[in-house]
Nanobody, 115 residues
Framework: QVQLVESGGGSVQAGGSLRLSCTTS????????MGWYRQAPGKQRELVAT???????NYIEPVKGRFAISRDNAKSTVDLQMNSLKPEDTAVYYC?????????WGRGTQVTVSS
């Protein structure tokens, strides 16, 4: 059974930093891309950043220059370094992994940024 587990969430003041990590367990075939999404209260889940196997990255505009996604292909892990956090970054953050035929999600980790 494949599981993705996020860690590293917490509460910080605006301007602070957090590093989220996502580890995988169980057999998982070749991962094409990994990513981070977030869902704020009352809003739909949205993409934050993705990273392909070759290292190509993609970010939504509000986090460009502040967040950095990275992955370890050998360990099938993905991290999200979040700097200069803003109250509007408050959300539950989810990691996902996409293979040729499956999409896997973690259960999420809460990030709260206070002003």
């Amino acid at each position: 059974q494949v599981q993705l587990v996020e860690s590293g969430g917490g509460s910080v003041q605006a301007g602070g930093s957090l590093r989220l990590s996502c580890t995988t367990s169980g057999f998982i075939s070749r991962i094409n891309s990994m990513g981070w999404y977030r869902q704020a209260p009352g809003k739909q889940r949205e993409l934050v950043a993705t990273i392909a196997g070759a290292g190509n990255t993609n970010y939504i505009e509000p986090v460009k220059g502040r967040f950095a996604i990275s992955r370890d292909n050998a360990k099938s892990t993905v991290d999200l370094q979040m700097n200069s956090l803003k109250p509007e970054d408050t959300a539950v953050y989810y990691c996902n992994a996409v293979t040729g035929s499956n999409l896997y999600w973690g259960r999420g980790t809460q990030v709260t940024v206070s002003s």
